[in-house]
Nanobody
Framework: QVQLVESGGGLVQAGGSLRLSCEAS????????MGWYRQAPGKQRELVAT???????NYADSVKGRFTISRDSDKNTMYLQMNSLKPEDTAVYYC???????????WGQGTQVTVSS
């Protein structure tokens, strides 16, 4: 079974940067697309960015130009580089993995990102 472990969250001032990592293990050959989502207190979980196995990316309008999603197949790890962070980026960030049928097979445990003004 696929397991996902996120890391890299923390507290940062507005305008700062963080890089999140999502390491996959177990059944990694079944993984196709991967993505980052976030959930702020009192709000629904929302899409941040996705990346296909081939490297095609998609971003939410709110993060375009500030965040970059990437994946390193050799390390079985996906990243989210977050620059020019804003207080409204504060949320728990989750990664997920989809199989070749585009079914979500696993969510990570989440990592807290807090941006102070």
């Amino acid at each position: 079974q696929v397991q996902l472990v996120e890391s890299g969250g923390g507290l940062v001032q507005a305008g700062g940067s963080l890089r999140l990592s999502c390491e996959a293990s177990g059944g990694i050959f079944s993984i196709s697309d991967m993505g980052w989502y976030r959930q702020a207190p009192g709000k629904q979980r929302e899409l941040v960015a996705t990346i296909t196995r081939a490297g095609s990316t998609n971003y939410a309008d709110s993060v375009k130009g500030r965040f970059t999603i990437s994946r390193d197949s050799d390390k079985n790890t996906m990243y989210l580089q977050m620059n020019s962070l804003k207080p409204e980026d504060t949320a728990v960030y989750y990664c997920n993995a989809l199989n070749t049928f585009r079914v979500v097979v696993r969510w990570g445990q989440g990592t807290q990102v807090t941006v102070s003004s």
